[in-house]
């Protein structure tokens, strides 16, 4: 009997600590490589996606800020364009440089600069001459005391080209050509007298520029333009980001045929394209077409929008949507001498 009450007794504490095994299951070593690998398949190419998204994303914000930028240039040369009196080719830029009158000057010739675009045209002076003599200086005037008046400017585009870091962000390669602006202009002189004003009397506005001659006569365009010695003020950059390209760049258009330019009859000698295409000769993307006879410009800029975004980035016709063009085409305020 003791026996079979042991048995009974140990069968029960036996079952009472038994039971089903509460086993916690987790992944192993195998499935993870195996889930690690199906993510990194999968959001690889996401990854590649949303970057190529991003990068493309700013090349367009890049081109059409540099498509801006070269409107609002040219808006600019055509205003400046349309005060014009007198605008030379190519041949009469050469003329001004190449003249050997002891009081004639040449033009601005700064390091790496190249002239485009020259002209001369009548710059207004508001609030300049006084409307009574004795009432007030040209200095103290204001819209009650004084009339607007017009003076002769020479105005000159310039292409530059260098290493100047200031304008080659991001910096390296070779840097984006820009365009500069040089104005060499008289000054305010008393109606009475047709003498200057005293520098005590006048602001800087009104004075003459110590480079521009009053020798010049605009019946003889390519003398005495500016005085011997003398050095024009540093030019102010209008637009930066000009394409820098020399291989395999658009060769400018032909300008006797765009302008309408004739041949001048017999015995003067017939206009080529060489005495109307001022352009550097390397990178053709900044150019003007002009016809003095008939006092029209035609002028062309293309831009580098990749050169923002990269060290160096030449001209690619598979890729020219990123070298955009403007271009516009002036009359001035007619020709020489009408």
Known sequence: MKTLLRLLLKSQHQRNRSGPDQTEKGMTLVELL??????????????????????????????????????????????????????????????????????????????????????????????????????????????????????????????????????????????????????????????????????TETTDAQKKDPAFNSLFDLSKPTENVTVVGQTAKNPEVLVNYIDHSTANVPVPSQCKTTLGVTDPPAPAPALTQGDLLTADGSTNSFYACVDTSKNIARVTIRGNSLRRLQADANYNANNSAYFPTATVQVQGLGARGK
């Open 34 to 199: 195996v889930g690690a690998i199906m993510a990194f398949l999968i959001i690889t190419p996401m990854l590649g996606f949303v970057v190529d998204m991003l990068n493309t994303d700013r090349r367009e914000q890049v081109k059409s800020n540099t498509e801006q930028d070269l409107q609002a240039a040219v808006d600019f040369i055509a205003q400046d364009l349309s005060q014009a009196i007198y605008i030379y080719d190519q041949k009469g830029i050469n003329a001004i440089n190449n003249s050997t009158l002891p009081t004639s000057g040449k033009l601005p010739a700064p390091a790496n600069g190249t002239p485009i675009l020259v002209f001369w045209k009548r710059q207004q002076i508001k609030n300049s001459v006084p409307i009574y003599q004795n009432a007030a200086k040209p200095n103290t005037c204001d819209a009650t005391k004084c009339n607007d008046t017009y003076v002769l400017a020479l105005v000159a585009y310039y292409q530059f080209k260098d290493n100047d870091s200031t304008w080659c962000q991001p910096s390296g390669g070779t840097c984006p050509t820009r365009i500069a602006r040089y104005e060499i202009r008289d000054g305010v002189k008393d109606p009475s007298t047709l003498a200057y004003y005293p520098d």
